[in-house]
């Protein structure tokens, strides 16, 4: 699997859009780049994933370089709710073997 | 009822006792895994299996086996704990196929702890 990388941690003001970069330099043609989220000591939850067009859900947008090279996580109108550790994950579609790092630890200001 | 079950939630043990973490699902997924989390750190996979007759070895397998009872039951042991077991044991699974492959379901998660 590519190796990501991430800021170990950010800020983000409630209400604001929080924007969460993911650096996969090395990623290749076949791999998709998921994202999760553990809220403190929970399991992971899935939040989102693409290959290479921008994709929209109901928990967040993903953005795609056009290299695929870097992507960012955007959660449009940030909650408290939305502190958690998140992740960037790569992998080829269909092999399960996905390496968590240690992610970005996202705490939302009031 | 949570799509992902764990049991047990919380375990105190001592060193060299014999423990075994259970994990069912209700999703109808053929794959599950097993994860371990230490403090601040990411998740390790500990083993997975993609069915019934199908066991892998993770990334940290040493001092860990697995049973795959039936689809939807997948237990972890630790047949000799160790202090440095103690850790947040994760179990997952995902579904075959384009649709489901890659998005994973966890469980809440088993807080064990070796003295």
């Known amino acids: 699997d590519a190796k990501t990388t991430q800021p170990p941690s950010m800020d983000c003001a409630e209400g604001r859009a929080a924007n969460l970069p993911c650096n996969h330099s090395t990623i290749s043609g076949n791999e998709y780049v998921y994202w999760y989220r553990q809220i403190h000591s929970q399991g992971p939850q899935y939040i989102i994933h693409?290959?290479?067009n921008n994709e929209t859900n109901e928990m967040a947008s993903l953005i795609i370089t056009e290299d695929r090279k870097s992507s960012t996580l955007i959660l449009p109108h940030a909650t408290l709710r939305d502190t958690a550790v998140y992740y960037c994950?790569?992998?080829?579609?269909?092999?399960?073997?996905?390496?968590f790092g240690t992610g970005t630890r996202l705490t939302i200001i009031p | 009822d949570a799509d992902v079950t764990q049991t047990p939630r919380n375990r105190i043990t001592k060193t060299g006792k014999r423990i075994m973490l259970e994990c069912s699902q209700t999703k109808g997924h053929d794959r599950m895994y097993w994860y371990r989390q230490d403090p601040g750190l990411g998740l390790q996979l500990i083993y997975y299996s993609f069915d019934v007759k199908d066991i892998n070895k993770g990334e940290i397998s040493d001092g860990y086996s697995v049973s795959r009872q039936a689809q939807a039951k997948f237990s972890l042991s630790l047949e000799s704990a160790i202090p440095n077991q103690t850790a947040l044991y994760f179990c997952?699974?995902?579904?075959?196929?384009?649709?489901?492959?890659?998005?994973?379901?966890f469980g809440a998660g088993s807080r064990l702890t070796v003295l």
């Open positions: 994950i790569v992998g080829p579609f269909g092999n399960e073997k996905l390496t």
């Open positions: 693409g290959l290479k």
């Open positions: 997952a699974t995902s579904g075959a196929g384009a649709a489901g492959a890659n998005v994973l379901t």
